[in-house]
């Protein structure tokens, strides 16, 4: 969604030579990867949309995987995206050389570009757990980002491991349809209950003929979301938070009647610590009759299920790696080699990090869309996008205002700007006692600490002083 909506600013702002590289068959990234029975997008389809593409077809509040892929496939193609493609062209490698970046693909293709936009994606690259006899397993095996749609589910004993997003919304979907659903928890979560009613046609042509009344949905989800949410997570609204965990409880405490197995779900950390989940199917799935949540660690995987420290063998048909994302990757493992000779291995040797989440020094006219830092509270990851081409395009009118051909944050920029971004971290809630993806191996929340309002503000109003012109 990232790339597709590069695409559209680009030509908006009178950039038509551009190649767009997709390693797939076919556009979507997340939404094209992840298929897996019960995927939705818990943030409203109103707002998780282009801002100047409402849909009025939405068939849900929080509409289905497939709606949102043809979405973004539709608007590739009505805005002419998608003949900007070059599909199955995977690059491996990106190298700065004489004041151009030399892009390399994977079947020998090659181009020479001015600037690269790396709208790579942050949760593409599945995490698969270290558990000792993890390939002994007979029985079909995949992640919930590869699923395997050939493997028939109905009448067998399914396990997943895992309570991120994913699973909880695998378990909404698939429990009372399979003879047994087993889900391995490591920690329990937080779950804030999300209605998810549908759209009526009455309702659908209402927003046919009145776009602004879509808009207008928007701006009070969003409105929503930066006050209430996104301020939240960073320490700025107190009040908010404790909002948060007291809705967050009450939803375990009503929906869940056993008091045994309330007690495995409820966590010990404060909630939003994790990624919150939203939902409102999971606490029923559960409860089902054929459901059985398991809390004793894993110790094994063996050929015929999963072995628990109790020593107990949870025997299976199917198992699910639900076990999310390595979330430090972002353009890697594309080879990047920037000014004399740097990589961005090397650059990235502590962590991740990218001046004001966009770009780095000693790579110069290359910005990353959803990269380090990039994840603002749990706010839409096409508003971060946009934000972050709209500072893309002032950058590309002062290269052309001044006549200069490249530009890079300056080291000292980029290294202030972590220092606070590190230092602010620290009044975060994913720092209140939680593991989670937001935090690298050191701890450090890898998100942006402040609000989506900061982050509007600090990328709209580009302080050139921190960068490297070069003509
Ligand atoms: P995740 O949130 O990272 O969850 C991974 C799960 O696997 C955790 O429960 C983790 O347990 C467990 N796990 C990992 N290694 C394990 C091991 N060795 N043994 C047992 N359990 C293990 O992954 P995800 O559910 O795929 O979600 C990732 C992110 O994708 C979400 O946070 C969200 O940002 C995004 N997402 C969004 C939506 C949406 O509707 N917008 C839907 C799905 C996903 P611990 O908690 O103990 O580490």
Avoid at 165 to 173: E, F, L, M, R, V
Avoid at 407 to 422: I, L, M, N, T, Y
Avoid at 439 to 447: C, E, K, M, R, S
Wanted: with cysteine; net charge negative; hydrophobic share 35%.
């Amino acid at each position: 969604m990232a790339g597709i909506l590069s695409a559209i600013k680009l030509r908006r702002n009178g950039y038509n030579n551009f190649t767009i590289y997709e390693k797939a068959k076919r556009l979507g990234g997340t939404w094209r990867e992840n298929t897996y029975p019960g995927i939705a997008c818990d943030v409203p389809s109103h707002s998780y949309c282009y801002e100047f593409e409402p849909n009025p077809e939405w068939s849900h509040t929080c509409s289905p995987g497939a709606e949102i892929l043809e979405y973004f496939e539709n608007v590739a193609v009505k805005y002419g995206v998608t003949k900007h493609v070059q599909f199955e062209a995977e690059i491996s490698q990106l190298r700065f050389e004489d004041d151009k970046w030399h892009l390399q693909c994977k079947d020998g293709q090659s181009g020479v570009f001015d600037f690269i936009v790396a709208a790579t994606g942050v949760l593409h690259h599945p995490a698969y757990p270290d558990i000792p006899g993890l390939q002994t397993f007979t029985g079909p095996t995949f992640h919930s980002a590869r699923w395997d749609h050939t493997v028939k589910l109905e009448g067998q004993r399914v396990g997943i491991i895992g309570t991120g997003s994913s699973a909880i919304q695998i378990i909404g979907d698939l429990s009372g349809k399979v003879a047994k659903l087993i889900q391995f928890q490591r920690t329990p979560q937080w779950i804030l209950p999300r209605p998810n009613p549908t759209y009526s046609e009455q309702e659908k042509q209402y927003f046919r003929e009145n776009p602004e009344a879509m808009q207008k949905i928007r701006a009070e989800q969003m409105q929503m979301f930066e006050h209430g949410f996104s301020s939240a997570v960073v320490g700025e609204n107190p009040q908010a938070l404790a909002d948060i965990q007291a809705a967050t409880l009450a939803h375990l405490e009503n929906k869940v009647s056993d008091s045994v197995l309330r007690e495995k779900l409820r966590p010990n950390y404060q909630a939003a610590c994790k990624r919150l989940i939203m939902d409102d199917k999971y606490y029923d799935a559960i409860q089902h009759p054929d459901s059985e949540l398991v809390t004793e660690t894993i110790s094994a995987i063996e050929p015929a299920g999963v072995r628990t420290a109790d020593g107990k063998l949870h025997e299976l048909d199917v198992l699910v790696i639900a076990t999310g994302f390595k979330a430090d990757q972002f353009l890697r493992p594309i080879e990047v080699i920037g000014r004399n000779g740097k990589t961005l291995e090397e650059a990235w040797a502590d962590r991740p990090s990218a001046y004001l989440s966009v770009c780095a020094p000693d790579f110069p006219n290359l910005v990353m869309l959803n990269g380090p830092n990039g994840p603002v509270g749990n706010f839409s990851l096409i508003d971060v996008a946009d934000i972050q081409l709209d500072f893309f395009m002032k950058l590309l009118d002062e290269l052309q205002a001044g006549d200069y051909t490249a530009f890079a944050p300056k080291s000292e920029a980029a290294e202030r700007f972590e220092a606070e971004r590190v230092q602010a971290t620290k009044n975060t809630v994913w720092v209140s006692g939680c593991k989670s993806w937001y935090l690298d191996d050191n701890g450090v929340p890898a998100a942006w600490p402040w609000s989506m309002h900061r982050f509007r503000t600090a990328l709209g109003n580009p302080d050139f002083a921190d960068f490297e012109l070069t003509r």
